[in-house]
């Protein structure tokens, strides 16, 4: 399924943690691109809001070493570095249920521009973006 932000990386991109203990590699079909409101994201990494990007789990491979999981919600677990707290990425207990990237943790985040918000309810006040962007008050159905 292809939405809103949804791009073919040609060839592989890499990305990794803030203390370079943990790496990954990826490339093909991205299915959407976002910004994430939510307060699961902000409280995990500490910012207002998340940049993140959806993929195949197929299409995602760590390169070195594993991270660390904590279960965040009945349905999903979020990676991250047990070193450095880098936040990489949020995986759904359902195997073919895409990954959820974090932007930033790219080698270069503007190779995967985000195309919509989720979860603008818990928009923190004093924080917005300038784009058009369409916006959704929960989750993208």
């Known amino acids: 399924m292809t939405g809103i932000g949804a791009m073919t990386i040609q060839g592989q991109i890499e990305g990794g943690c803030l203390c370079g203990a943990i790496r990954y590699r990826l490339g093909g079909e991205i299915s959407e691109s976002a910004y994430c409101h939510c307060r699961t994201c902000q409280q995990q990494s500490g910012a207002p809001v998340v940049a993140w990007f959806a993929l195949s789990p197929a299409l995602f491979a760590y390169t070195k070493s594993t991270p660390k999981a904590f279960r965040a ?69």
């Open 73 to 141: 919600s009945a349905r999903a677990s979020r990676e991250f570095c047990g070193n450095c707290g880098t936040y990489l990425l949020f995986r759904e207990d359902d195997p073919l249920a895409s990954l959820g990237v974090n932007t930033a943790t790219l080698d270069d985040p503007a190779l995967v521009p985000p195309a919509f918000h989720i979860w603008c309810q818990s928009r923190i006040a004093w924080f917005d973006t300038a784009d058009a962007f369409p916006r959704h008050a929960q989750g993208r159905t």
